[in-house]
């Protein structure tokens, strides 16, 4: 996790010895969020085609998360086990997500059969939807307890949708989910101006080792290019002492 506080007043810092002007609190958020998705959705190579779970993408979770080794402590802040519950509403019929956050990539499927005994806690496999539909109605290939099937779609309120065969009794996901939205909150102090107000913040969800990368990049949209990260890194420690002194 990235404190926003620390990055914002780096890019203040930077701006001002630079002389290029001001970034507003409403401003600065607004960056925020642009380029924290942007180094996100650069950690996938076909980011278009892992966006969200759907017909066409049938990697596991064990496929998926292969791909991304080498970067994968850069995931660990995105990734964590998503309830689903099944509804058998009107236009409805399957396991729906519909808790906290939005879902970007669905992982490792487990799919919970008998929860008292005996329990078969299996690992499902992803399909699309015809093949799903081809595979269930086969006597010779139907999925059975041990090897269950899903497939995935979207709901009636955009939401994400899986059927699986044979029904479950519970479905958890382990998944990979949309960063949260960063924001610099403020209270307005006596001479007008803003005042860093902590408890109401939200840090950036990347990984501590981006931060350096999320004050370029906010840099750049200011025009400012700076491609020598130790300037950075020592504007990081500069900035910081200016806002212990100004507090003392």
């Not at 942007?38 to 292969?66: C, K, L, S």
């Amino acid at each position: 996790m990235v404190n926003i506080n620390t990055v914002y007043t780096t890019v203040l810092y930077i701006l001002n010895k630079e002389q290029r002007g001001y970034v507003t609190p409403a401003e600065f958020n607004s960056l925020s969020v642009q380029v924290q998705n942007e180094i996100f959705q650069a950690y996938f190579p076909d980011g278009n085609q892992v966006n969200r779970p759907n017909q066409n993408n049938q990697q596991n979770d064990t496929e998926f998360f292969n791909m991304f080794k080498d970067i994968a402590y850069k995931l660990y802040p995105f990734e964590r086990n998503a309830s689903f519950t099944y509804n058998a509403g009107a236009g409805i019929l399957g396991w729906e997500y519909n808790g906290a956050g939005t879902i970007f990539k669905l992982g490792e499927i487990i799919s919970t059969y008998n929860t008292t005994n005996p329990q078969y806690d299996s690992i499902t496999q992803l399909a699309s939807q015809s093949d799903f539909s081809k595979i269930t109605r086969s006597t010779l290939t139907a999925p059975t307890v041990q090897y269950p099937l899903a497939t995935t779609s979207t709901g009636p309120t955009n939401s994400v949708l899986i059927r699986v065969s044979p029904q479950p009794n519970v479905l958890n996901v382990n998944s990979l989910f949309v960063p949260t939205v960063p924001n610099w909150a403020f209270t307005v102090g006596t001479l007008g101006q803003y005042v860093y107000d902590a408890a109401n913040s939200v840090n950036f969800e990347l990984d501590i080792s981006e931060q350096t990368n999320l004050i370029t990049q906010i840099l750049k949209y200011c025009g400012i290019i700076i491609n020598d990260p130790t300037i950075i890194q020592a504007a990081e420690q500069e900035a910081q002492q200016v806002s212990i002194n100004e507090k003392s």
